[in-house]
């Protein structure tokens, strides 16, 4: 079965100060991994993918396969990054359905 | 960028109501759009995959009769909440896979949701 885990449900900064949102998975084969945001009173949107590669709105996030881990980072948090950030994945085993964690809520404090 | 428009955002009714909500692709067409549950402070939970021109594929626990779901058009996909109750006083929300993204897994685009209170 697929799994993703968001060990913090909570995590607060100060502006400026580097961010790392933690996402661990299971899976069974090669998984695509992504990262979806949610601001206040706005739909959930795709944040970035792993098979990009790709740095959006400063935030990056590396595939470790050996640690099953997927986490977000960005050097310097910025307040508008304030919003619930959610890790999900897909996998050509289960209809490429999402599978999400259970989000972690983002707090930049001024 | 692709956009998924919900309707209604927000329904109130009372218990025994059958209350349908609309998931529209608009600039994209959608042979496959997923609904999902989310209650306050938890996370998105999969209901049903909904596949046009046939029949939508339920996650377990979730009734069939209960929610049914219709995705009758390359763009739209309907989930009707039968028999509404106050249990089933959620958020809804909708997604559309965007086939014309590269690679084996398709970017999902999500609607706004649906607030459903049942009184």
């Known amino acids: 079965a697929q799994r993703v885990t968001q060990p913090e449900k909570l995590l607060s900064v100060f502006k400026g100060a580097p961010v790392e949102l933690k996402c661990n998975y299971s899976?069974?084969?090669?998984?695509?991994l992504f990262w979806y945001v949610q601001y206040s009173r706005q739909r959930l949107q795709l944040l970035l993918r792993?098979?990009s590669r790709e740095s959006i709105k400063g935030f990056t996030a590396d595939l470790n396969k050996g640690e099953t881990s997927f986490h977000l980072k960005k050097p310097f948090a910025q307040e508008e990054d304030s919003a619930m950030y959610y890790c999900?994945?897909?996998?050509?085993?289960?209809?490429?359905?999402?599978?999400f964690g259970g989000g972690t809520r983002l707090m930049v404090k001024p | 960028g692709a956009v998924v428009s919900q309707h209604p955002s927000w329904v109130i009714c009372k218990s025994g109501t059958s209350v349908k909500i609309e998931c529209r692709s608009l600039?994209?067409?959608?042979?496959?759009m997923f609904w999902y549950r989310q209650f306050p402070k938890q996370s998105l939970m999969l209901m049903a995959t909904?596949?046009?021109?046939?029949?939508?594929?339920?996650e377990q626990g979730v009734e069939k009769d209960k929610f049914l779901i219709n995705h009758a058009s390359l763009t739209l996909s309907t989930l009707t909440v039968t028999s509404a109750h106050p249990e089933d006083s959620s958020f809804y929300i909708c997604?559309?896979?965007?086939?014309?993204?590269?690679?084996?897994?398709?970017?999902?685009?999500f609607g706004d949701g649906t607030r459903l209170s049942i009184l």
């Open positions: 600039d994209f067409q959608a042979t496959t």
């Open positions: 909904s596949n046009e021109g046939s029949k939508a594929t339920y």
């Open positions: 792993h098979i």
């Open positions: 997604s559309a896979r965007d086939l014309r993204g590269r690679g084996g897994n398709q970017p999902q685009h």
């Open positions: 899976y069974s084969g090669s998984p695509e």
């Open positions: 999900a994945l897909s996998g050509p085993n289960a209809g490429n359905m999402l599978t």
